[in-house]
């Protein structure tokens, strides 16, 4: 060491282990300490995400389902419905309804398309066609969306010729709302048996497919009307929102002459009646044909050949076609089945 070093040997050891010493601490401080003192090292770990499940929301979403199920329920759409019907004296026809919104809506007589008519935005629709109802009878229905109403309607015209024109008036004219058996459901126009100081009405009489009674008339909205024949309540109805009040009896009545009694009634007092005589004939026995009526409350023989002749003058052709039933031209009743013969 001497040799190579010389006089200086101890210092030059020295300063070599200085040397080498700083190199090593140099090494650790580098390798341990960081270089930003304020650095917080963080151990490397898996990220797992969790989530909280709102109630709020999920009730928000619960009902927005609801919300969506009721709206699809209200698009669902129902059968065409009658709402109103009406012909004027001249034979103007005017019928308004509802059906799904903004569809086409067609108006049937029988098999014949008399019209076509689109709803609004709130299903409904107002019908009138640009000819006028020449006399017959027509027997209306609603198609819509391969849909056919519930209900059908009848109408009666009558002859309507100039040497009568002045007196056969809209009152003339029969409408009915027909139940799908095709009884009657009520009388929109027509003659009834009215007391008209509490609106208690018997208007219409027709026969089930079963030849059960079907009763119909107008009494105060909310009323309950008993049905009596003779003595015995043989049904009770309930007059609607509108007044409207019908019934089916529920067994056939045995053929012969009764008297049929209506009691209005409210909170359990009487406040009006209603009697009409009526004719149960035997169905078995009739053959029934284009060319028969059956008689209704309000009718006369007068009042039936003007609708059917135009003049009520040839109400004779009736009585004689019909003498087996008519005892006396000026009485007939509700029930009773005539045959109309040609006027030729």
């Not at 917080?40 to 898996?46: A, G, L, Q």
């Not at 003659?191 to 079907?214: Q, R, V």
């Amino acid at each position: 060491m001497k040799l190579i070093f010389g006089e200086n040997t101890k210092q030059y050891l020295i300063g070599g282990c200085l040397i080498i010493a700083s190199a090593v601490f140099l090494l650790l401080v580098i390798k341990y300490v960081p270089l930003d003192p304020t650095k917080v090292e963080v151990e490397p770990f898996e990220e797992k995400i969790h989530y909280e499940v709102d109630q709020s929301t999920n009730s928000v979403k619960e009902n927005s389902e609801e919300q969506t199920k009721t709206t699809d329920k209200l698009l669902v759409v129902n059968e065409p419905t009658f709402d109103v019907i009406n012909v004027d004296e001249e034979g103007q026809l005017i019928i308004a309804g509802r059906a799904g919104k903004n569809q086409l809506v067609q108006i049937f007589n029988g098999d014949q398309l008399l019209g076509e008519v689109t709803t609004n935005q709130y299903g409904e629709f107002v019908f009138m066609p640009d000819e006028k109802l020449l006399p017959g009878a027509y027997d209306l229905s609603l198609v819509s969306d391969g849909l056919k109403s519930i209900d059908s309607v009848s109408i009666i015209v009558p002859e309507n010729n100039s040497a009568i024109a002045s007196v056969n008036k809209a009152n003339d004219v029969i409408v009915t709302v027909n139940n799908s058996d095709g009884t009657i459901k009520k009388v929109l126009q027509g003659a009834s048996n009215t007391s008209e100081a509490n609106n208690l009405s018997f208007d219409s009489l027709s026969y089930s497919d079963k030849g059960s009674l079907n009763l119909s008339g107008k009494a105060k909205p909310g009323s309950k009307v008993d049905i009596y024949i003779g003595k015995k309540l043989v049904g009770t109805a309930y007059a609607d929102a509108d007044g409207y009040w019908n019934i089916t009896l529920d067994q056939p009545v045995n053929p012969g002459d009764y008297i049929l009694r209506f009691d209005e009634i409210q909170n359990g007092n009487v406040i009006a009646s209603l009697e009409t005589p009526i004719r149960q004939i035997d169905l078995s026995k009739v053959e029934v044909s284009e060319n028969m009526i059956l008689v209704q409350p309000g009718n006369s023989l007068w009042r039936i050949s003007r609708r059917f002749y135009g003049e009520g003058i040839m109400y004779t052709l009736i009585f004689k076609a019909n003498q087996n039933q008519i005892d006396n031209p000026d009485l007939i009743f509700p029930g009773q089945i005539f045959e109309i013969p040609n006027s030729n």
